[in-house]
């Protein structure tokens, strides 16, 4: 199959190795004949699954990520048939970078000068289906370059503290970290989003002491702590001036002073 032949082609200067896969002709392209075949031929040694699609077709898509994701968990990969008619090159080489990122490689990667630190993100949805619901998101970082993740999510019911589930996130992360790093982080930095503005003062009594609650999973353990607030529903607007004109501020711009607040 030139796909396969591409693929391999295009993987191996990334240093990723294409074992023979094992190839399953489907009889027909109906939803259950394709999750049947995933279940039929994913074993405990699978690392990935490309399901080749005859169309896009979304209910057919969210099956095999539902089957993939949560009742057979294996990094997968749809691919529109239509899609391998054009440039085979290119698009092998694309699709070679999504599987290179769901196997865990660094498609790309920038110099971060502090080193020994975690990136903390935390989220917060809540569900308008389910009234008294809420997801709470969690991801540390776990290298120097900031691209390899822990990861958690956690259902809260009404009522629930979230004091509980920040301390079992925070001392998963830093178990993972210190077992792939060899010692605890120097520096921590969180960024809390999903925060609205009458909240923060909660999150402040709240929260952050439970995360500082953390930090003494080991004896002595200090490390410099931020914690920031993302708020995104503002109606604040910046603009650079250029000859004279008023325009939009290049990209990277970092506007830390006048607007941000140190203590809200």
């Known amino acids: 199959m030139e796909f396969i032949r591409t693929l391999t082609k295009v993987c191996d200067p990334m240093g990723i190795r294409v074992a ?24 405990d040694r699978t690392q990935l699954v490309i399901c080749v699609l005859p ?23 749809c691919v529109v048939s239509r899609t391998l008619q054009k440039n085979i090159m290119s698009v092998s080489t694309k ?9 865990g490689g660094e498609l790309w990667a920038v110099e971060i000068p502090l080193k020994n630190i975690m990136v903390i993100g935390i989220d917060s949805y809540h569900d308008s289906a389910q009234k008294g619901r809420s997801v709470f998101a969690f991801v540390a970082s776990l290298n120097s370059a900031l691209t390899n993740y822990y990861s ?23 178990k993972v970290y210190q077992n792939k790093n060899g010692s605890l982080p120097d520096r921590i930095v969180v960024y809390r989003d999903g925060v609205s503005e009458g909240q923060i003062q909660h999150v402040y009594d709240v929260e952050v002491p439970q995360i500082l609650e953390t930090f003494k999973v080991q004896p002595n353990y200090n490390p410099k702590f931020a914690f920031i607030v993302v ?14 004109n008023h325009v939009n501020p290049p990209p990277g711009s970092v506007v830390d002073k006048g607007f941000t607040k140190k203590r809200w």
């Not at 979304?58 to 997968?76: E, G, T």
């Not at 109606?235 to 650079?240: L, P």
């Open 20 to 43: 023979q896969p094992r190839l399953c002709n489907l009889p027909n392209d109906r939803t259950d004949t394709f999750i049947q075949n995933i279940k039929g031929n994913v074993t």
């Open 55 to 77: 169309r896009n077709t979304k209910d057919r898509y969210d099956a095999i990520k539902k089957l993939c994701c949560v009742d057979k968990p294996v990094p997968s990969q």
């Open 95 to 103: 699709i070679a970078m999504q599987l290179n990122a769901k196997l």
């Open 152 to 174: 958690q999510c956690v259902f809260q019911s009404s009522g629930q503290e979230l004091g509980v589930s920040l301390r079992v996130c925070f001392t998963g992360a830093l």
């Open 231 to 244: 708020t995104k529903r503002i109606s604040t607007r910046f603009v650079a001036e250029r000859g004279g």
